[in-house]
């Protein structure tokens, strides 16, 4: 449901973000304006599609996805004063101390007994970012409730270091979440990168937990994503996919973001 209010904030914020909404937007995609504020008054014989509906009613989802040390936190930095956007980082913090407790740090020392541990909670608070109301026309998130599931889930399990059972029970909470919670995506916007350019990073980045991560791990990680979201043969995509080259340097990257920040946008 939109209240009057939250409509009327999201008209201001749009009309100061691209200007007065009569002008033409769009990118050669259905106009994301158009999609969000004239079909108000329609009726029962709406022709307004599920997605239409979504974004009237939450706004457009962006989920920036891809390997450990991609990049993402930095695109997310990118986009964070953009005038009507919100972003929403993945919560890594609370990963790292819930109540006292480290299950990132436990699940890399060992993933046999604290990968459904980590992955329960990882599910939890990336569902709390799914469903946490955004004033804002555009939400930027970075990853997703369904790559938690289709890649880290998978790779514990696919590794052989997550049990029949754990698997079972994350998959029946993941599956009763998605049909009955609505966490629908407008775009996935995917940072491809080499896991060689991610281990680098990810060693000049120096996070305690993630010190033993070897590169074969990234390239396990790498593989999921490039079948999810490119060549799409393992597990249903939720969302259009925008591929980026995210192996060029922070200063090529910013410009590459500014350029295309329409189509990133999903303007
Ligand atoms: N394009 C880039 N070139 C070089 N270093 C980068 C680039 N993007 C990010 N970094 C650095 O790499 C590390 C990981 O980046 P980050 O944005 O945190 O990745 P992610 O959020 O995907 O894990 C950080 O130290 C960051 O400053
Ligand atoms: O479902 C998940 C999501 C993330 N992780 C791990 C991978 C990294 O060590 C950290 C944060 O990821 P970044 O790519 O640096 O943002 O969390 C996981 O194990 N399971």
Redesign the pocket.
């Known amino acids: 449901m939109s209240c009057p209010a939250l409509v009327w904030c999201r008209r201001k914020l749009w009309s100061k973000l691209i200007g007065p909404t009569s002008g033409a937007v769009g990118c050669g995609k259905k106009s994301l304006i158009a999609s969000t504020f004239p079909i108000m008054q329609r009726g029962l014989f709406s022709t307004e599609n599920a997605g239409d509906q979504n974004k009237r009613e939450k706004g457009t989802v962006i989920c920036v996805e891809g390997n450990?040390?991609s990049g993402?936190?930095s695109c997310l930095d990118f986009f964070s004063n953009t005038v009507g956007l919100e972003v929403f980082k993945?919560p890594?913090d609370k990963?790292r101390n819930v109540r006292g407790h480290n299950p990132?740090g436990l699940?890399y020392q060992d993933p046999n007994r604290w990968g459904l541990t980590?992955?329960t909670y990882?599910q939890l608070t990336m569902l709390d970012i799914h469903t946490k109301p955004s004033i804002s026309p555009i939400k930027m998130m970075?990853?997703s409730i369904y790559s938690?599931k289709y890649i880290?889930v998978e790779n514990l399990y696919q590794s052989g270091k997550m049990a029949d059972v754990d698997y079972a029970v994350l998959t029946e909470w993941f599956e009763w979440i998605i049909k009955s919670v609505n966490l629908s995506v407008d775009l996935i916007v995917y940072l491809k990168t080499s896991p060689e350019t991610c281990y680098q990073r990810l060693k000049n980045r120096c996070r305690e937990e993630?010190r033993v991560i070897p590169l074969e791990y990234l390239y396990a990680i790498h593989s999921l994503y490039e079948e999810w979201l490119v060549k799409q043969t393992s597990y249903p995509v939720p969302a259009p996919v925008l591929v980026i080259d995210a192996n060029k340097d922070l200063e090529e990257m910013s410009r590459h973001y500014e350029e295309n920040r329409r189509s990133i946008l999903s303007l």
Do not use: D, G
């Open positions: 450990i040390a993402k936190t993945e890594v990963w990132l699940m980590l992955q990882v970075e990853r938690a880290f993630e």
